[in-house]
């Protein structure tokens, strides 16, 4: 009886899900007569993995502003599998929820890191997604002295990252490297474990946390003897010739830090020498930050050797200044359009350096975005739209007033964490229980300037595959002892944030982020299949040959290189067989 195959990339994405929980690479499903499995054709894993996460990278920035780029970001683009239709499923659309996402391969209701902070209902604090009471922070520059608190680690992650499956999984151990300037994200983009991993204090410098072990000696070396003083007294200028910049270069409502401007160009006060306290800050707005973390990753895979050890090894750089600019300055500025000019020029560099020190067409590596962000909601009212500011501060009021005739005066709202809306420990009870005193808070919160709907958090677990993609998002985005008691779900062009912009919701420009992969085992070209960068993790593991134990995501197998003997024999069968 002959052997009839069956591709797994052609069913449903549930089917896809089941299969890779079940095998540790399933990109094929085997129908067999004879009870035993064909020999698997071999394929060689990319000796070094890296994923590229730009922090507030919105989709259509390719669109609008692709055209600048020469260097690296032109690169994969040109070279790579590009998902133009890549966006987030969720609603809370922040920066360690993305970053828990694409590290993951699942959606937050899984990975359980719903918000950067959110209200602990036993502790009646906020807590950081990254806070962790047994770690310590660790400088890594001679001569600075840790502060004290709580370290960072990924405890209050409920599943595996890649890293952590390809570290358990791998018959050659990995090294796992990780950057960013922010904690969260180099967190998140690892796991639990790490051979080098640093993120930036705007007033301490380069530190990592004693979850991670002892840093090796070159991290610490490197940062001493790169100090960020050492760019202090330095102007920002445009990379690019004016003309070619769209928009104007001070728009209506930016918000520059202390010290700037809304045009260029923009100074670091002070001087090597003598650089100020708040040179720090200041640098993180500017390509100079990116370019440090290209060149710190750089190093990197010199000094360890990566992509050089028989195994597939990892690293992940989280370039976080587009977010630090983009909040201030907004997604038309001209301060936006050449951070993504200097990212342009940084990642060409790191690409290079990984052709000589691992090999062109030996590494794998990705390019995605955590989140996007709103447009600044003047600018659009001055395009006619309905835009505005979302109250949040003014909702938490309104809730409390609204439940005064039914349960008497008092605060009833614990915390407001934008979408999430938290009521004092029993007040959601005793709403529920008292007749009208739910139609009253949701009439309340619906009355505020730019709200479109109220859902009740216990309902969302039931709703994760909902018609409606608000509701959808939402349920996504809903972990029951994390999540809020309420979610407030906004119009479009109404965020939060009370200067600049921000990001969160489930709107398209804060959904929607690239999606590129290239190099081994990738075939270029552009797929406009639905994708997500929960997709990212179960592509790099059936890639590196592991797996992942219970993903989300799916294979992207339009964008895999398949040889042309395998091609022949998963062709579907015909009529005979």
């Given at each position: 009886?002959?052997?009839?195959?069956?591709?797994?990339?052609?069913?449903?994405?549930?089917?896809?899900?089941?299969?890779?929980?079940?095998?540790?690479?399933?990109?094929?499903?085997?129908?067999?007569?004879?009870?035993?499995?064909?020999?698997?054709?071999?394929?060689?894993?990319?000796?070094?993995?890296?994923?590229?996460?730009?922090?507030?990278?919105?989709?259509?920035?390719?669109?609008?502003?692709?055209?600048?780029?020469?260097?690296?970001?032109?690169?994969?683009?040109?070279?790579?599998?590009?998902?133009?239709?890549?966006?987030?499923?969720?609603?809370?659309?922040?920066?360690?929820?993305?970053?828990?996402?694409?590290?993951?391969?699942?959606?937050?209701?899984?990975?359980?890191?719903?918000?950067?902070?959110?209200?602990?209902?036993?502790?009646?604090?906020?807590?950081?997604?990254?806070?962790?009471?047994?770690?310590?922070?660790?400088?890594?520059?001679?001569?600075?002295?840790?502060?004290?608190?709580?370290?960072?680690?990924?405890?209050?992650?409920?599943?595996?990252?890649?890293?952590?499956?390809?570290?358990a999984r791998a018959v050659v151990p990995p090294r796992i490297v990780a950057f960013s300037l922010k904690a969260r994200s180099a967190i998140m983009l690892t796991g639990r474990r790490a051979d080098a991993i640093a993120w930036f204090?705007?007033?301490?410098?380069?530190?990592?946390?004693?979850?991670?072990?002892?840093?090796?000696?070159?991290?610490?070396?490197?940062?001493?003897?790169?100090?960020?003083?050492?760019?202090?007294?330095?102007?920002?200028?445009?990379?690019?010739?004016?003309?070619?910049?769209?928009?104007?270069?001070?728009?209506?409502?930016?918000?520059?830090?202390?010290?700037?401007?809304?045009?260029?160009?923009?100074?670091?006060?002070?001087?090597?020498?003598?650089?100020?306290?708040?040179?720090?800050?200041?640098?993180?707005?500017?390509?100079?930050?990116?370019?440090?973390?290209?060149?710190?990753?750089?190093?990197?895979?010199?000094?360890?050797?990566?992509?050089?050890?028989?195994?597939?090894?990892?690293?992940?750089?989280?370039?976080?200044?587009?977010?630090?600019?983009?909040?201030?300055?907004?997604?038309?500025?001209?301060?936006?359009?050449?951070?993504?000019?200097?990212?342009?020029?940084t990642i060409g560099r790191l690409l290079d350096d990984l052709d000589r020190l691992v090999g062109r067409g030996a590494y794998t590596v990705v390019l995605t975005g955590d989140h996007g962000v709103a447009p600044i909601p003047e600018q659009m009212r001055e395009l006619g739209l309905d835009a505005g500011r979302l109250p949040d501060s003014q909702i938490a009021a309104r809730v409390d007033s609204a439940l005064e005739p039914f349960l008497g005066p008092g605060k009833h709202v614990a915390r407001l964490a934008y979408t999430d809306l938290y009521f004092a420990t029993g007040v959601l009870e005793r709403i529920h229980a008292t007749p009208g005193a739910y139609d009253a808070v949701v009439s309340a919160i619906g009355a505020a300037p730019g709200v479109e709907r109220v859902l009740l958090g216990r309902d969302l677990p039931g709703l994760r595959g909902d018609a409606d993609a608000r509701v959808r998002a939402a349920a996504l985005g809903y972990v029951p002892e994390r999540s809020g008691d309420l979610i407030i779900v906004p119009r479009p062009y109404w965020p939060n944030s009370r200067r600049g912009t921000t990001h969160g919701t489930s709107n398209n420009y804060d959904q929607r982020v690239p999606v590129v992969l290239m190099g081994a085992g990738i075939r270029p070209g552009t797929y406009f299949a639905p994708a997500t960068p929960a997709d990212i993790a179960p592509t790099l593991a059936y890639l590196a040959g592991t797996g992942m134990s219970r993903p989300d995501g799916r294979v992207l197998h339009e964008a895999l290189q398949v040889s042309r003997s395998l091609q022949q024999r998963t062709e579907p069968p015909t009529a005979s067989h």
């Open positions: 009886m002959p052997v009839i195959l069956h591709t797994a990339l052609d069913a449903s994405r549930s089917r896809l899900r089941r299969g890779l929980a079940a095998t540790s690479a399933a990109a094929l499903v085997f129908v067999l007569g004879s009870g035993a499995a064909p020999p698997s054709p071999r394929r060689q894993a990319p000796s070094l993995i890296v994923v590229l996460s730009i922090d507030q990278f919105r989709g259509d920035y390719v669109e609008l502003y692709g055209h600048q780029w020469t260097g690296g970001l032109r690169r994969l683009l040109r070279d790579g599998a590009q998902f133009p239709l890549a966006a987030f499923a969720h609603l809370n659309t922040v920066t360690c929820t993305g970053h828990a996402t694409i590290g993951t391969g699942t959606f937050p209701s899984s990975h359980g890191l719903i918000l950067n902070t959110w209200w602990d209902r036993d502790t009646l604090r906020d807590v950081p997604c990254t806070e962790d009471s047994d770690a310590r922070h660790v400088p890594l520059a001679e001569g600075v002295t840790a502060p004290p608190g709580a370290g960072h680690s990924a405890r209050r992650l409920l599943v595996p990252t890649f890293a952590d499956e390809l570290r204090d705007d007033q301490l410098g380069w530190m990592t946390s004693s979850a991670y072990g002892t840093p090796p000696p070159y991290l610490g070396a490197y940062v001493t003897a790169h100090p960020v003083a050492r760019d202090a007294g330095k102007t920002w200028t445009r990379a690019l010739p004016p003309a070619q910049y769209l928009f104007e270069d001070a728009g209506l409502a930016e918000d520059p830090p202390r010290g700037w401007t809304s045009t260029f160009p923009h100074a670091l006060p002070g001087s090597p020498d003598a650089p100020g306290a708040e040179v720090g800050g200041l640098w993180t707005y500017t390509p100079m930050a990116d370019a440090y973390l290209g060149a710190l990753a750089a190093e990197s895979v010199r000094a360890l050797g990566i992509g050089r050890g028989g195994g597939t090894d990892y690293l992940a750089v989280s370039f976080s200044t587009l977010d630090v600019t983009g909040h201030a300055f907004g997604p038309r500025s001209h301060e936006v359009q050449d951070v993504l000019a200097g990212l342009d020029q």
